[in-house]
């Protein structure tokens, strides 16, 4: 199978139109990784640091700078403004549709670009920065702001920053542009009684006519779905309830003796880009489950001997590169599990009547702990424990199934680590007709018992 991405053999039409709208729709990560990249390397530039300073000297250099709590406030309100985006996104998402609400935000996005470029202060850059946030939906994005930060950074001048943070104009145009041509999804069309637009919209991620049988029939097990869910009533809010290296890498490499902290980072984003193609196969070769359980592992003991080595030999040249060393392979561990395959995850768990809603939660979940993590250093490898033991109870193995089945996937398997020997048995049609069999029946003995009530009074 090696690396080749294709379709199951039994999969009617191409993937090929399917692959390249992920693929694109997926380049909105840029906007993320490349804001959270950019941010790294302003924080480190000596112009900047002068421009926006109210007064502190950093005393490592005897240059002026932002003091920490300024530090962590700048970081840390991107991911404040995702949490509120994210809220927001499932609402505007079922009323505007999906394709629609892309390019509203990714319009206010742009707002806090335009903010952040014509700041000289850093209440207005902080501003411009939640906005930003606030309107966005990472690895790629992580690799494009390392090169624009490394090659700016001897300026003496505005462009130093305003360069790199008004680069992201374009990764939002080259998206915009690309979702006035993309189709809406079908799911969210069927939703919307839009049956003949959904037609359409499947046929073109197909690439098969739109009377095709196998349209036909993958739309009306969407359309069996979609009744059958609509019967158990709308899910409300009340019902769902009932990276720190990534923005501080530079400074931290600088900080740990390594005289060239722009390299180091450029060097640590190849590195995570390169690392989430092994992903893409391990995902769909190992499973959900057996993947995050693996980068969990890692992870957690990469962090544990940074840790270690950094308090036991504090400023040792050799134990600081052991130390990069480590956060390399760490890196690789996120990269090609927890990084691209958590959002799989949350794409896949829930039911098509709260799925909007439900990532909207997580998503705003995940940007509130990042924001956390951006504004103090928590136990990260201790975490990493606790993902591994989250993963195996409560994680369920979708690898396989489509969006109809993980439902009857969780209405059949009680305990996660059981669901990877699960088969899936019923279609939605196939309970769709029944249903309609049932009520059938039931009207049929309905009409009998009232002619045989009818007939005795008589």
């Known amino acids: 199978m090696g690396f080749m991405i294709k379709k199951p053999d039994d999969a009617p039409g191409s993937a090929a139109p399917a692959i390249i709208i992920g693929l694109f729709v997926a380049f909105g990560g840029v906007l993320f990784g490349y804001d959270t990249g950019t941010i790294s390397g302003i924080l480190a530039m000596k112009y900047w640091r002068k421009k926006f300073s109210t007064g ?5 250099d005897h240059y002026p700078d932002v003091n920490a709590s300024q530090s962590s406030m700048i970081v840390s309100l991107l991911s404040a403004g995702t949490f509120f985006g994210a809220l927001f996104a499932a609402p505007m998402a079922d009323f505007f549709g999906r394709r629609l609400a892309m390019i509203l935000n990714t319009g206010v996005f742009t707002i806090g670009v335009i903010m952040q470029t014509i700041a000289t202060a850093i209440p207005l850059f902080v501003a411009g920065r939640f906005f930003a946030g606030l309107g966005l939906a990472i690895t790629i994005g992580l690799l494009l702001a390392a090169i624009v930060n490394n090659a700016t950074q001897d300026r003496m001048d505005m462009g130093l920053y305003r360069i790199p943070i008004a680069i992201q104009f374009a990764w939002a145009i080259i998206l915009v542009a690309g979702m006035l041509i993309l189709p809406e999804t079908p799911r969210f069309l069927v939703k919307q009684d ?6 359409k919209a499947l046929a073109r991620l197909r690439r098969l006519d739109t009377n095709d049988p196998a349209i036909t029939e993958e739309l009306s097990e969407i359309q069996a779905n979609h009744e059958y869910e609509s019967r158990l009533g709308n899910a409300s ?20 003796g390594i005289s060239d902290g722009f390299t180091v980072t450029l060097i640590t984003n190849i590195i995570n880009v390169c690392s989430t193609f092994p992903g893409l196969w391990m995902v ?15 992870m957690a003991v990469c962090q544990l001997i940074v840790a270690s080595v950094g308090t036991a030999l504090p400023g040792d040249t050799h134990a600081n590169k052991a130390m990069i060393a480590f956060v390399c392979i760490y890196i690789f561990f996120f990269a090609c599990s927890w990084g691209p395959v958590a959002w799989v995850v949350t794409g896949e768990l829930f039911p098509l009547k709260a799925r909007a809603k439900c990532l909207s939660i997580t998503t705003a979940t995940n940007w509130l702990l990042n924001w956390a993590i951006a504004y103090a250093t928590p136990y ?3 975490f990493c424990c606790i993902c591994l033991a989250f993963v195996y109870f409560f994680v369920y193995e979708t690898k396989g199934l489509s969006l109809e089945q993980v439902d009857e996937l969780y209405a059949k398997v009680t305990k996660a680590w059981k669901s990877p020997d699960f088969v899936p048995s019923v279609r939605f049609n196939d309970v769709h007709g029944l249903t309609d069999e049932s009520n059938g029946d039931m009207e049929k003995n309905q009409s009998e018992k009232a002619t045989h009530v009818e007939s005795n009074d008589v």
């Open 194 to 199: 839009k049956h003949k637009a959904a037609t």
């Open 237 to 256: 809010y009340l019902d769902i309830v009932r990276g720190a290296l990534v923005y501080y890498g530079t400074t931290f490499f600088e900080n740990s």
């Open 56 to 60: 502190y000297v950093n005393p490592a």
């Open 284 to 298: 769909e070769k190992w499973g959900r489950r057996n993947l995050l359980m693996f980068g969990a592992i890692g």
């Open 380 to 382: 990260m490898g201790g």
